[in-house]
């Protein structure tokens, strides 16, 4: 509840804080611990941050910045819950319920997380009652104890635990208070906390990754190596360290907690140095495949020319022509799927909407990652309009799959064809939109204000275009036309959607150019004096 609470009520605030944050590895680290601390978990913190590597909007190196604040973010959690701080948690559900009932939006989130915040203390404390019986009964605690001379068992067991839990703060948690009631020795409390390390890394190497793709993977690769590392370093010199351990704070549990948050931050400072060549020897042992196989992965986006908002926007015209490309793909596929009876063209074109969704996904991350505090106002002018393009290019793509794909579709299950005239109608816009796409792709890069009144004009011509089909379809229906009244309502779906996808073309390419240049007029309403 705490994390959906967080992630509701600041969500966005968090993905803009951390992608903020990711220029620089300090920063980034700082990043990490604090958007921990909010969401109370690690896990949730890598998960996300997993999904931006895997998209490409951040490199592996900041990231795994990110990712050691994380754990020590973590281990402060623990610190926070470990004092007795249960009096507190029925205030917190009754300002939570207040909130979540009596409020809406965020406040009504919030509440969500305060509820969350103390279902977590409630439960803390009994379980750490229901504990004490256990714990009491004669051979339990000789057989916890006899558990210290197997640490790998005691931390593979710790580790398994927190995979189950998905937070490592519970296993802590238990580990200190084991170790309070003397029921373990402060060696196997350590091998505890340090399985409960390794643990919380798992579900983001298991969950975090996207399909096949084992780039995706980098990240939590990254993390669990470096906690695996920092955990075999601390076994191997547990016989020594053990009595240092115990006078890190004034009784078991306490030092443990200490020991928790010093390992992370020892861990962050062994790793911070040196995590570019860390990154590249992660990358070299999950490498990219190649591009053509999957064509809805962006080719030209450079995460590093991000630094350079005029070379980066370049580059997002380039992904963005891909885009063009793409949907008179899905027009040529549209065409075939009108004149044919075989369903082939149809899966095939539909397949081409997720190129679409992946591409414009990619370009917004990108172009909307770009510093501002290093655009000149052309460049954010440019910014927008590689934006509108993208997502007006996406709007005609899902109009392709989702409806004129459907109209061919219905009109193969119900085994009718489009009257002559008819289907040549269809065809000669479906072509004639193909040379719209085509003009609107030159436009996008040549910005030339004579082609976006051409352009324009095409919006007036296809309105046109749209009134006469319907005119002569009507009149084919009234002449008796059989396979006109079969077909009448797919192809009069069919000439209102070719129309809107022309409208998308011009928003896209044509109206920025024209507005800039206030060529726009306000409305098409004539005025009434």
């Known amino acids: 509840m705490v994390q959906t609470g967080v992630q509701r009520t600041f969500g966005p605030k968090l993905r803009h804080f951390l992608a903020g944050a990711l220029r620089n590895r300090i920063r980034a680290f700082a990043a990490g611990t604090a958007v921990t601390i909010a969401v109370q978990s690690s896990t949730a913190t890598a998960l996300m941050l997993t999904a931006f590597s895997a998209g490409g909007l951040v490199e592996l190196a900041p990231a795994l910045a990110v990712m050691l604040g994380a754990n020590v973010g973590s ?108 029921v373990v020795g402060i060696d196997t409390g350590v091998a505890l906390v340090l399985g409960a390390n390794l643990g919380s890394a798992i579900n983001p190497l ?80 999950l490498p990219s495949p190649a591009a053509e196989a999957r064509p809805g992965t962006p080719i030209y986006l450079d995460p590093a020319a991000r630094e350079t908002p005029q070379v980066a926007l370049a580059l997002a015209t380039r992904e963005a022509l891909r885009m063009a490309d793409t949907i008179e793909g899905m027009l040529n596929g549209l065409r075939e799927a009108l004149q044919s009876d075989s369903r082939g063209p149809i899966h095939t074109t539909r397949q081409l909407d997720d190129v679409l969704d992946g591409l414009n996904s990619a370009i917004k991350g990108y172009v909307l990652s770009i510093p501002a505090e290093r655009q000149e106002p052309a460049d954010v002018a440019r910014q927008t309009e590689v934006l509108m393009f993208a997502i007006n290019l996406e709007h005609a793509g899902d109009l392709i799959a989702r409806d004129l794909l459907s109209v061919a579709e219905r009109r193969q299950s119900r085994g009718v064809a489009f009257s002559t005239e008819g289907e040549a109608e269809l065809v000669k816009l479906v072509d004639r939109l193909i040379g719209n796409v085509r003009l609107a792709a030159s436009l996008f890069v040549n910005r030339d204000p004579g082609t976006a009144r051409t352009l324009v004009a095409e919006k007036e011509a296809f309105r046109e275009i749209e009134s006469e089909g319907v005119a002569a379809h009507f009149a084919r229906l009234r002449s008796g036309n059989a396979k006109t009244v079969e077909t009448s309502s797919l192809h009069l779906d069919a000439l209102r959607d070719l129309k809107s996808i022309n409208s998308h073309l011009v928003e896209a390419a044509a109206y920025p150019i024209l507005r800039t240049g206030g060529e726009l007029l306000p409305s098409r309403l004539k005025t009434v004096n």
Do not use: C
Not at 89 to 118: K, Y
Not at 206 to 235: C, T
């Open 75 to 182: 281990s402060l959690v623990v610190q926070a819950l470990s004092f007795d701080i249960a009096v507190l948690a029925p205030i917190l559900v009754l300002a939570g319920v207040t909130l979540f009932r009596r409020w809406q939006d965020e406040a009504h989130d919030f509440g969500r997380v305060l509820i969350g915040l103390g279902l977590v203390l409630i439960s803390l404390h009994q379980f750490l009652q229901l504990l004490e019986p256990l714990v009491a009964r004669p051979g339990v605690g000789e057989a916890l104890r006899a558990l210290g001379d197997y640490m790998p068992l005691v931390v593979a067991g710790a580790a398994l635990l927190t995979w189950a839990a998905h937070s490592s703060v519970v296993t802590v948690l238990l580990a200190m208070s084991l170790a309070a009631k003397g």
């Open 206 to 285: 298991l969950e975090g990754g996207v399909g096949s793709d084992p780039a995706s993977r980098r990240l939590p690769l990254g993390n669990f190596l470096n906690r695996l590392v920092g955990l075999v370093v601390a076994l191997g010199a547990l016989s020594y360290a053990a009595p240092h351990v115990a006078r890190l704070g004034p009784d078991p549990a306490r030092a443990l907690a200490n020991f928790h948050t010093l390992f992370n931050l020892a861990l962050a400072l062994a790793f911070l140095p040196f995590l570019g060549p860390y990154a590249d020897l992660i990358k070299r042992l």
